[in-house]
């Protein structure tokens, strides 16, 4: 008798920000098993829809981590195949989160990477890691190889473009060091239901520069349900890995 492949594991850290949640939602409904890993910053409206979901969800399970601490990472990562990594600050952005942000992204890879059931990152990265620098309105369009420049961002106190950049760059060199397997998506200002509701702050951080990039032709949006089906679309392909993909509105960029 023939049986049918099961559905993968995956881990959504941090499942209660705003794209995370979408991303949980989307992976229950296709039939996948989540490991909703929430970050200790306070329980939100969203942390507490999850843990409601859970009571009546048998395939979604709640872990509490610290992403200072690579080993709690571990324990949520247990028989998952995928990570998907969305580390969005819900307080904003200063410049202490740039190093949090980063610390946290070097501890999901390397929690990855101690993983032998992990088949690839999927990590969420921003634009605003795209299209930051002095001569932002000469570029003729954000691809693959588009970063924003840190001492800009440091000097203009890009706060978001830098913790993204950072994050991400950290992230890319730690994968490729330890021969793990990772896509990276750059949405544009992330639009939804409850937007203003549950991801007001990140957003307003988003924001800081808006008039430039409106005057430049980067500041793009694009529907959360979107993202959330960018990210698991490269998960499911199997020929995604080593790139980096732009989505704002429909259009993609590929790193790698």
Request: glycine share 4%; net charge negative; aromatic share 8%.
């Amino acid at each position: 008798m023939n049986q049918e492949k099961p559905m993968s594991c995956c881990c959504v850290l941090d499942a209660s920000t705003y794209v995370g949640f979408w991303i949980l939602k989307k992976l229950l409904t296709r039939g996948y098993s989540v490991h909703a890993a929430i970050r200790k910053n306070g329980e939100s409206m969203l942390e507490e829809k999850i843990r409601n979901m859970q009571a009546t969800e048998e395939r979604l399970v709640v872990y509490d981590v610290d992403v200072l601490d690579y080993q709690s990472i571990l324990v949520s990562l247990n028989n998952c195949n995928a990570m998907f990594c969305c580390l969005d600050n819900p307080e904003g952005y200063d410049e202490m989160e740039v190093d949090f942000e980063v610390r946290g992204a070097i501890n999901v890879v390397e929690a990855c990477a101690r993983t032998e059931s992990i088949d690839k990152i999927i990590f969420s990265s921003s634009l605003t890691a795209a299209i930051w620098r002095d001569n932002i309105g000469t570029q003729k369009d954000v691809d693959e190889k588009s970063w924003s420049d840190l001492d800009f961002c440091l000097k203009k106190k890009l706060w978001h473009a830098l913790a993204k950049t950072q994050s991400e760059k950290a992230a890319w060199a730690l994968a490729m060091d330890r021969m793990v397997n990772m896509v990276s998506v750059n949405p544009g200002l992330i639009i939804g239901p409850s937007v203003t509701q549950h991801n007001p702050r990140p957003t307003m951080s988003f924001l800081k520069g808006a008039a430039q990039m409106y005057e430049n032709g980067v500041l793009a949006y694009v529907d959360v349900e979107f993202v959330a089906d960018v990210h698991i679309r490269v998960f499911e392909d199997t020929s995604a890995c080593g790139m980096r993909k732009r989505c704002k509105e429909v259009k993609f960029m590929k790193r790698g």
